[in-house]
Every structure is written in structure tokens, then in C-alpha cells.
């Protein structure tokens, strides 16, 4: 659409942008170069077609197996941990009760 935008009313150039959804703020100036930029690129093309949407088929929760519901922990004793932290000259700093607790 080759036109005269500059002879065109402030409305006029608002409703022209509205109908392309573009930004309706600004000075006319403004106004007119972004229509202008509209038509020289040909209203910045159309939608870009995308392809279908993305599905993705999942089994069966059944088939899933939990592996943490047949696990078997070790219970050990805190003196087993320091006795195996001494051989290599280590030792556990003041937090690391908090960790070792079976609160979880």
C-alpha cells in the first residue's frame, strides 16, 4: 500500500497502525516511518509456519520400576565413619552431625 502518510490525520495514522498491531505511541513522525517501515517490508510477513506441535507417547507408569523402594541402606555407626576418616588423616568438621542424623 504505496500512500501519503504525512497528509494523513493523527486518528487516521493510529487506526492504520492498529489494524497491522503495531505500537500506537509516538509522534506522528514516528508514526509515519513505522508505517513506512511496515510497507516496505511488506507488513514483516507472515506467521512462520511452525509444523505440528510436538507429542510424545509415554508407557505405562506400571512399567516403570521404583528403584529406591527395594534399595537396602547399611546402618552404620558414627565411630565407623571416623575410624575410616583417621586412616587418611581426616575428620569431620562441627556440621556434619546435622547431616548424618535420620531425620530424613
Do not use: H
Not at 506400571?62 to 527395594?70: F, G, P
Request: aromatic share 10%.
Amino acid at each position: 500500500m504505496v500512500s501519503n502518510y504525512g497528509s494523513w490525520s493523527l486518528p487516521q495514522l493510529k487506526e492504520e497502525l492498529k489494524k497491522r498491531k503495531a505500537k500506537l505511541s509516538e509522534r506522528k513522525r514516528e508514526l509515519i516511518e513505522r508505517l513506512e517501515a511496515y510497507d516496505r517490508n511488506q507488513d514483516f510477513g507472515g506467521q512462520e509456519d511452525l509444523g505440528e506441535d510436538f507429542s510424545m507417547s509415554l508407557p505405562e507408569l506400571s512399567k516403570y520400576k521404583d528403584m529406591n523402594t527395594e534399595t537396602e541402606f547399611v546402618d552404620f555407626r558414627m565411630g565407623a565413619v571416623e575410624t575410616y576418616l583417621e586412616q587418611m588423616d581426616k575428620s569431620l568438621d562441627c556440621d556434619a552431625p546435622i547431616y548424618t542424623r535420620k531425620n530424613f
